[in-house]
């Protein structure tokens, strides 16, 4: 893995493939770092031809925290939220994406494949939005738009997502990461042991609880995106998981509705996890937008 230096900040990132490939850039969601992409998708892109880039977003993994900025208090969040007042954000997506625009920029990479999953796909609705010369096509996996009218997470997952352990207790940080992925994952059974691997790695690797809270505070000061959407030009496909209790199927399809001519895929039995059994379903689904002749003729 290496660092750059990109929109004031420094963001790690790693990338596989050649480089003078096709770029993909690949943007995770709220709290998670860039080893939350699964292997198996990028070996996959790899294998396509394509230059595969992941990275942390500022305040997680090995990226720049912004812990100076102070931590948001949630439940005045939440309330202001519900009372659709206007929130205030230490940074905002727009900013999230602009870091995105800045990590092309220190890899001299003019143009990529923007592919973005949960509050990943929203920071990738808004680099299309906001830079679209540089967009070669847009994939926004279990996102959504912001419209206050869509349903919410279900109890179960919002209270999973929202009660994390206090302290620094690794296995109490690990149970609870596995008991979340089964509460969110759909009908796609995971191995516990393996589950409980893949989190111990990324809370050794970085563990930092008041960068989720800025970030989700972000996510809220956003609002509603369907008017910045609009305006999206890129190719683009819109991924949901059909039994996703965080955020429901409506999301990604006022996603696809909102943004001129995508495509909508639906996978059945896919929650809030880009487990292995959807991913070639999601590579297939990338490809239609990212070289939909070839795509066409397979």
């Given at each position: ?7 004031g900040?420094?963001i ?68 202001s939220h ?7 954000a ?33 920071i ?7 830079w ?10 279990m996102s959504?738009?912001g ?6 997470a279900s ?9 994390r352990?206090r ?6 940080i ?6 979340a ?55 683009t ?12 199927a ?41 070289r ?7």
């Amino acid at each position: 893995m290496a660092k750059a230096t990109a929109n004031g900040i420094e963001i790690e990132y790693d990338e596989f493939g050649a480089k003078d490939a096709p770029a993909v850039l690949m943007i995770m969601g709220l709290g998670a770092q860039l080893v939350r992409w699964p292997m198996v998708l990028v070996d996959a892109l790899v294998a396509r031809g394509y230059r595969v880039i992941r990275y942390d977003n500022r305040d997680v993994g090995l990226s720049t925290k912004c812990d100076s900025a102070g931590t948001p208090n949630f439940a005045l969040m939440a309330v202001s939220h519900i009372l659709r007042r206007p929130i205030r954000a230490p940074y905002t997506l727009t900013d999230m994406a602009a870091d995105a625009a800045g990590l092309l920029d220190a890899l001299g990479i003019e143009r990529a494949h923007v592919v973005g999953a949960s509050m990943g796909g929203m920071i990738a609705q808004l680099f299309a939005a906001h830079w679209p010369e540089r967009t070669l096509s847009l994939t926004s996996i279990m996102s959504t738009t912001g419209n206050p009218a869509l349903p919410g997470a279900s109890l179960q997952a919002m209270g999973i997502l929202l009660r994390r352990p206090r302290g620094n207790d690794l296995e109490a940080i690990v149970a609870h990461g596995v008991k979340a992925a089964k509460v969110v994952g759909g009908s796609f059974p995971e191995d516990d042991r393996l589950m409980a691997e893949r989190y111990r790695d990324e809370i050794v690797r970085n563990h930092h609880p008041s960068g989720f809270v800025r970030q989700m505070a972000a996510i809220l000061a956003d609002g509603d995106r369907r008017t910045r959407l609009k305006t999206i030009a890129a190719p683009t496909v819109v991924i949901h998981g059909a039994d996703d209790p965080l955020i429901p199927a409506e999301g990604g399809r006022d996603t696809a509705a909102a943004i001129p001519g995508a495509r909508l895929v639906e996978i059945p039995g896919m929650g809030h996890t880009l487990p292995p059994e959807v991913i070639p379903t999601v590579v297939a689904a990338f490809e239609s937008v990212a070289r939909p002749r070839l795509a066409r003729a397979a």
